[in-house]
Structure formats: structure tokens, C-alpha cells
């Protein structure tokens, strides 16, 4: 598949319609969230990350790029990996290793070490992944304002939505303002029309379509499937403990 393919289906999405995408951790669960008909799918750097036995960020990125590269290989669908930061790689051989996993597009976050970057240096980054990597991969621009915080005295909605412009100019495909409060979707919606939004569906939130419903076009779990899953697998450990 193709970064064409994952572009579209952003495309034309009506309000309460929004591309939902699973978020694979690892090949089994990659082919069970395929074969029930998701036309892409979305892999979580926790949710890979306890998969391998690391605490969310700590998977080296070799590890990383061979877990996606595992999922990518078992299904037919696009697949965009969670990158975190980018590990640090230069954009062109970030591009390369990304492409070599077989994935067609790519989270990159604005939090390095736990600080919030310089959004002008982040548009610089997405502008020189977008410049290597031509329209070979959906980048998907996640704005961390609501998870690592605003400098004492700043808005978080108003600085959002600059970090947005700022990396839909520089050549993000879509803006994902992570744990931001529901008015913000259609805030960057208003202001960015045709530019997809991504939200995190969480357990205690709105559901994917009334996310879609408040200007969200496209839907993500982070790492919530594959908790969802380790609990699954714990209450079965604990009834073969009673049979």
C-alpha cells in the first residue's frame, strides 16, 4: 500500500465519519484488526513498547522499526508507525528506515526528553522529513501542549493552534493535538479547513464518531487496545490459577 492510499481515506470524510484507525502492537494483533475490515491502521509506540518489554519510550529504535516492519509484512491495509520524537535520526535516514519498514506514514511528536520543543525548530524537522520523504509518507504532526504543558502564562488552545499552522505549512499532512480538550478539534478544523485532525479515543471520552461529530476526521486509541488486550490476558492467567 501506499502513502496515496492513507492520504485518502482522510479525504471527504463527513462530520461524524472519521477514519478510525486500530492500533496494532504487534503482527497477531495487526492481522485480527485487518481481517475485521479497518482499512488502515495505526501502530502505538507504548503499545509496541510493552509488546517488547520497555516502558513507553524507552524502545530503541532498532527494536522499533523491526516491530513495525513485523506488522507492516502481515497485512495488506497502509500502516502508519508511531516514531515518538524520531529517535534522534537525522530526517533522511529517519525517512529511509521508516520506508524500509514497509510503513507509509509516521507520528513524530514535538516532546524530546520531556520537553516541549521549539515549535519553529519542529517545523523545521517536519519540513526537512517532508523534503526526503516527498509524498511517500503520511506525516501525521502530533502537538503535545496538553501532555508536556505551556510555559507559565500561555495558552495552551492559542498555542496549539499556532503549532498547528506552523506544521501544516512545513508539510504535515495532519495535525493531532493529543489530550486536548473536545473544543480544540473544531478550533483547528475552523481555522485549518481540509487539514485532517487527529484525536485519541479514550475509555473515559467521547466515542469515535461524536469525536467525528466535533471536528475530528480521524481517530486513534494510542496504547488503550493493547492494555485492553493485557487485561484480557491477565483475568484469563488469574481463572487458570483456580481451575
Request: with cysteine; glycine share 12%.
Amino acid at each position: 500500500m501506499t502513502a496515496s492510499a492513507l492520504r485518502a481515506l482522510h479525504l471527504g470524510r463527513a462530520p461524524g465519519d472519521p477514519l478510525v484507525l486500530p492500533g496494532p502492537w504487534d503482527a497477531a494483533s495487526a492481522r485480527a484488526f485487518a481481517d475485521s475490515g479497518f482499512p488502515a491502521l495505526a501502530t502505538p509506540s507504548a503499545g509496541v513498547a510493552a509488546s517488547l518489554g520497555y516502558e513507553d519510550g524507552s524502545t530503541p529504535a532498532g527494536e522499533m522499526f523491526a516491530a513495525v516492519a513485523r506488522i507492516a509484512r502481515a497485512v495488506s491495509v497502509p500502516v502508519s508507525a508511531d516514531v515518538e520524537a524520531g529517535y534522534g535520526l537525522p530526517a533522511g535516514e529517519l525517512v529511509e528506515r521508516l520506508l524500509a519498514t514497509g510503513a507509509v506514514g509516521c507520528n513524530l511528536e514535538d516532546t524530546v526528553d520531556g520537553v516541549l520543543v521549539d515549535a519553529e525548530r519542529q517545523a523545521d524537522r517536519l519540513a526537512a522529513v517532508r523534503a526526503a520523504a516527498g509524498d511517500a509518507l503520511f506525516v501525521n504532526a502530533r502537538i503535545d501542549t496538553f501532555v508536556t504543558g505551556v510555559p507559565e502564562g500561555a495558552d495552551p488552545a492559542v498555542e496549539t493552534l499556532r503549532r498547528a499552522r506552523l506544521y501544516a505549512a512545513a508539510g504535515a499532512d495532519c495535525l493531532y493535538p493529543i489530550l486536548a480538550p473536545e473544543a480544540v478539534f473544531g478550533l483547528l478544523a475552523g481555522a485549518l479547513p481540509g487539514r485532517p485532525v487527529n484525536a485519541l479515543a479514550r475509555p473515559d471520552g467521547p466515542g469515535p464518531r461524536r469525536l467525528g461529530e466535533l471536528g475530528a476526521t480521524r481517530i486513534t486509541f494510542g496504547p488503550g487496545l493493547q492494555r485492553r488486550a493485557d487485561a484480557a490476558v491477565r483475568e484469563i492467567a488469574d481463572g487458570l490459577r483456580r481451575l
